[in-house]
């Protein structure tokens, strides 16, 4: 006797969107981190002084 679970088409839908997203949150960390370390470098550097 089969036993079908239906809406494989949707949870496998899910997994996959839910990576992506994971992805993209990681990213959008790492990428705030690194900008947040530019700004911090340029207020002790001669381009930092511009930007004022």
Excluded at 1 to 27: H, Q, S
Aim: charged share 15%; net charge positive; with cysteine.
């Amino acid at each position: 006797m089969k036993n079908n679970v239906r809406g494989g088409g949707l949870r496998l839908t899910g997994l996959i969107l839910g990576i992506i997203a994971t992805v993209c949150g990681v990213t959008s960390i790492i990428f705030a981190a690194i900008g947040l370390h530019q700004a911090h470098l340029c207020k002790h550097c001669k381009k930092g002084a511009e930007y004022r």
